[in-house]
């Protein structure tokens, strides 16, 4: 593992996002495709999606921004936006999709679905409590979890009735 997976991987820990988190958000996904999918299947996609490099550099940037946002560090109106994760922004999906964009266009589906249920660690980071911003996070999280599916889903074409 190089260092810039290396930080990505810490940066995740340190916000709170457990691959275990995010492996039940592809859990969410896949499951009413492939029946017999297990946990541990899941954290090794999520593995391999992490080790691709526009990965990292999405991980390592969009937390950073968040950070400096809790911090205050952000030039107006950018200080705003982020800490307000005011709806009409819109970089913060973009950047998503650097993520999404790694297995095709099927993870576009899964990343604009599972943007819209919001299900587990996805809806705590959307809670907005007023200190923490999360306003990349949460997309980045999304999109991850997304593109694991979507990998999941090339692997087992038979199973997978969103691949037809
Ligand atoms: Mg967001």
Known sequence: MNDLEKTA????????????????????????????????TCIENIE??????????????GIQLDMLAEEKKLLEPLQ???EKDEGLYGVDEIMALSIVNVYGSIGFTNYGYIDKIKPGIL?????????HVHTFLDDIVGAIAAAAASRL????????EITK
């Open 9 to 40: 991987r810490e940066l995740l820990h340190s916000r709170g996002v457990t691959l275990n988190d995010i492996a039940e958000l592809v859990l969410f996904l896949q499951k009413p495709y492939i029946k017999a999918l297990e946990k541990a």
């Open 48 to 61: 391999a999606v992490i080790a691709k490099r526009e990965v990292q550099n999405a991980i390592i940037t």
């Open 80 to 82: 705003s936006i982020l």
């Open 123 to 131: 809806k705590e980071l959307n809670s907005h409590d007023g200190i």
């Open 153 to 160: 889903a090339h692997a087992h074409p038979d199973q997978s």
